[in-house]
């Protein structure tokens, strides 16, 4: 199946280039065939997803095309409708993060980037965060190569935020601090089973994110980490 998938990919993105009008279009009909849920005509949103992962401008668009291919085919496997709703839901999510970045017709280099810079309240999904965070302080040279290796580390990026700055858990009531004591149980202990499904319904808040970021660089910095 996957090899498939990626076949598909290529011969779509050769049928298209992939400039910057390109790259918002083929963003634009993710959206599309998500809100068109049940039709089975065209490239589905898997195929687009991997297209755009091979093709990205920036490895923060390659994670995210990635994680909308997991999203696409938990979706198309799930059965009953409440989980439906609930996979629904978070890719239109990321889909609405990818739309963010390319929005304009020119990617930008970082999801930070992306964000209004007046927003510093505004509350940022942690997996988002994390992503954000890890391509901002992880020197090029060191990261990872593959979307789905930065998913593996996303857990821990969790871990260090979690440290220097307070994480956020929004349920059906309303949004409130997670206790320190629920980080462990939260992080540690269902990030080694569940992976990036710990990090659901936490949030961490714009200018908590960006102080974080300052820390964790400085301390980097301090214990001989380069750029």
């Not at 020119?106 to 890890?134: F, G, R, T, W």
């Not at 929004?170 to 990090?199: C, M």
Request: charged share 25%; net charge neutral; hydrophobic share 45%.
């Amino acid at each position: 199946m996957q090899d498939e998938v990626e076949k598909r990919a290529d011969n779509l993105q050769m049928a298209g280039g992939m400039s910057n009008e390109n790259l918002a279009a083929l963003v634009r009909r993710m959206h599309e065939r998500h809100a068109a849920e049940g039709t089975t005509e065209g490239p589905n949103l898997q195929v687009m997803a991997k297209t755009l992962e091979i093709h990205a401008p920036h490895r923060i668009v390659a994670l995210l095309a990635r994680l909308v291919q997991i999203d696409a085919d938990a979706l198309g496997r799930a059965r009953a409708e409440p989980l439906r709703g609930e996979l629904a839901a978070r890719l239109g999510e990321r889909l609405r993060w990818l739309q963010d970045l390319v929005d304009g017709g020119a990617p930008k280099s970082n999801a930070q980037a992306a964000m209004p810079a007046e927003a510093h309240d505004v509350l940022v999904p942690l997996e988002l965060a994390c992503a954000i965070a890890y391509f901002q302080l992880t020197p090029p040279r060191k990261r990872m190569e593959s979307p789905s290796e930065v998913l593996d580390v996303l857990p821990m990026v969790a871990i260090a935020l979690s440290a220097v700055a307070p994480l956020l858990r929004a349920d059906g009531e309303g949004v409130g601090k997670l206790p320190p004591q629920e980080v462990q149980a939260q992080l540690f202990d269902k990030a080694r089973s569940n992976g990036t499904q710990a990090l659901e319904r936490l949030r961490i808040r714009r200018s908590d994110l960006d102080a974080a970021i300052v820390v964790l660089r400085e301390a980097r910095m301090s214990f001989g980490g380069g750029v």
